[in-house]
């Protein structure tokens, strides 16, 4: 088969070009394997758009399969937000999605195959004993004293753990391989374990479960995976999956490559990092616009374009790194600029009246979707005597460099007239209250003819015909590069200005109408998403996805 492509080599696609040029496969199988004990984040996008995205490339299939081996941690909750986040990435599993808990038979029979060939056995250890007799990475472990157990009596023992005859810890079956490899996960690890819970998909039926290292490659055979793809710190566990294939009577032969994991500075990227935000209630959800889940990317207005270009741009290798958080916002931008409508919204409203404009009368002015994509539909957009304009795109008196409005100077309304600042009135603290303006009706779309130069250009909202708006801008979670990284607890290194909520924004007309998730741009402000779940017709909210240029890095630079 052919198997050209026009994306950026990276090892696993040669791998997988070179198994299908030489046919030690006919076609690639790979499998994203979410346990369902969290909400996916960034850093499973990567190994989705990995998996899914290779399959797709060489034709193949990709299945979504749940290792569900923990039941106490996990939750039907989990499994249909992962679902949900996998489809909304844009990628479709093969069949129906599985779950390691339905080859649950299947591996018990290969737990008493091992039995029977005298290559496991039932212990006895308490747990701290076992780790004494385990040995360190210098020293060899020390053979259990239930090592050499008689088949039979581990066969008898096995079934009793099974019957729910012996308590949580007091046995657990082990693989016999070796207990002096240098390879810790080869000494004897344990294959099953009691515990006495129901299970979110096969209920009271069992109170012994499988560990992950015996369930996850004993899966990947059953399904006939041949890429069995994974995160480095699988690399030591890779014999082990080996020799459990070797062992048992399997129906496939999966191999399993590994990849380094995905970290993006300024962010968690663990799911128990992430569930205390959630527990500790520092974020409202799961789905916290704040938060680097995929559910919380979606909400905060990421498109699932941004996030499969992001993965594809920090490529795939073997080498540890922290990827810079600016190419995630960078991902998202370039995707909004080019096709976020445009809109205006003013987040600290200043009343302006133009005094010599109608106060009944309503011009209707028709501005372009987008500058560069005559596609999207132009709005309506309604100029009235009283607009508004943001408070810090007014000053009384400025240098040259603030081209916005200055008492007794001029400024261009974006996409409609010049004014000028003729009179500021405030109130008794002094405040401005408002600003008086005349408006030059000579201008709509062209300079003024007698040569008058009018530099700046912002953006505004009828006062009358707006409509109020909560805004809520987001910002990173955290001020700190790694905020994982040393002694101090990393809920400590919160940014405390993540979420700012503004309530009487005014929004222009038409921005009502958005359907939640619907994206745009508010010109000179950033990018901006309809809420998901909040936002409605007469109660308009929206949230800002990301600035228009990085806020941070001018920080940084200054
Ligand atoms: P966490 O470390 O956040 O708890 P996990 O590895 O326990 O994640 P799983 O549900 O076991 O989460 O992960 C499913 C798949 O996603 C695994 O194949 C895992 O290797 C991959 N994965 C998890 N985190 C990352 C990451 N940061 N970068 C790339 N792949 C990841
Ligand atoms: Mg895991």
Avoid at 126 to 155: C, F, M, W
Avoid at 358 to 364: K, L, P, R, S, Y
């Amino acid at each position: 088969m052919t198997t050209e492509t026009t994306k950026p080599e990276h090892f696993i696609r040669k791998i997988l070009r070179e198994d299908l040029e030489s046919s030690k496969v006919n076609k690639i199988v790979t499998r994203f394997p979410p346990e369902p004990n969290g909400f996916l984040h960034i850093g499973h996008a990567k190994s989705i758009c990995l998996n899914f995205g290779m399959a797709q490339e060489f034709g193949g299939e990709c299945h979504l399969r749940f290792d569900d081996t923990n039941p106490e941690k996990e939750s039907e909750e989990y499994v249909q937000s992962i679902k949900s986040d996998v489809s909304w990435l844009g990628f479709q599993w093969a069949g129906e999605e599985r779950y390691a808990s339905n080859y649950f038979d299947q591996l018990y029979s290969w737990a008493i195959e091992l039995i029977e060939k005298g290559l496991a056995y039932v212990c006895d250890l308490t747990p701290e004993q076992a780790r004494e007799y385990r040995g360190t990475l210098k020293e060899p472990g020390v053979n259990s004293p239930y090592r050499d157990r008689s088949i039979e009596e581990n066969l008898d023992l096995f079934k009793r753990m099974t019957d729910g005859e012996f308590d949580e810890g007091a046995k657990v079956l082990r693989a016999k391989i070796d207990m002096a490899s240098p390879n810790m996960n080869m000494r004897d690890p344990i294959i099953y374990r009691i515990r006495k819970v129901a299970h979110h998909q096969t209920g009271d039926k069992w109170c012994i479960y499988p560990m992950y290292d015996f369930t996850h490659g004993l899966s990947d055979a059953i399904e006939g995976i041949t890429h069995s793809i994974c995160t480095l710190e699988f690399e030591d566990h890779r014999p082990l999956y080996d020799w459990f294939i070797a062992n048992v009577t399997a129906p496939a032969v999966p191999r399993q490559y590994e990849f380094a994991r995905l970290n993006v500075n300024y962010t968690v990227t663990s799911k128990r990092k992430l569930k205390r935000l959630v527990d500790e209630n520092v974020v409202s959800s799961w789905d916290d616009p704040r938060m680097p889940t995929i559910s919380g990317m979606r909400r905060r207005g990421f498109t699932p374009t941004s996030i499969r270009n992001f993965c594809e741009m920090i490529g795939v290798t073997r080498q540890d790194s922290v990827v810079d958080v600016a190419m995630l916002e960078y991902a998202i931008r370039d995707d909004l600029d080019k096709n976020a409508p445009r809109a205006f919204c003013v987040l600290d409203p200043l009343p302006i009246e133009i005094t010599n404009f109608d106060e009944d009368a309503v011009e209707t002015l028709t501005l372009a979707g987008h500058p560069n994509r005559d596609d999207l539909a132009t709005r309506s957009v309604p100029f009235t005597r009283h607009i508004m304009i943001d408070r810090a795109d007014f000053r009384e008196e400025a240098n040259k460099k603030y081209k916005r409005l200055v008492l007794g100077k001029e400024v261009r309304l974006r996409g409609g007239y010049v004014i000028r600042a003729d009179e500021v009135i405030k109130d008794a603290d002094g405040r401005i209250e408002k600003i008086l303006c005349t408006y030059d009706a000579e201008t709509l779309g062209q300079n003024p003819t007698d040569g008058r130069k009018v530099k700046g250009v912002i953006h505004w909202v009828s006062a009358t015909h707006g409509k109020q708006a909560e805004v809520r801008l987001y910002d990173r979670l955290f001020n700190e590069e790694a905020p994982d990284r040393g002694d101090v607890d990393f809920l400590e290194k919160l940014n405390p200005e993540s979420l700012q909520v503004v309530k009487g924004a005014y929004i222009e007309p038409s921005l009502c109408e958005a359907a939640p998730e619907q994206r745009f741009q508010f010109e000179r402000e950033g990018y901006f998403v309809a809420d998901r779940f909040d936002h409605a017709t007469d109660a308009p909210v929206f949230n800002k996805t990301i600035g228009l240029r990085d806020s941070w890095a001018k920080i940084e630079n200054s």
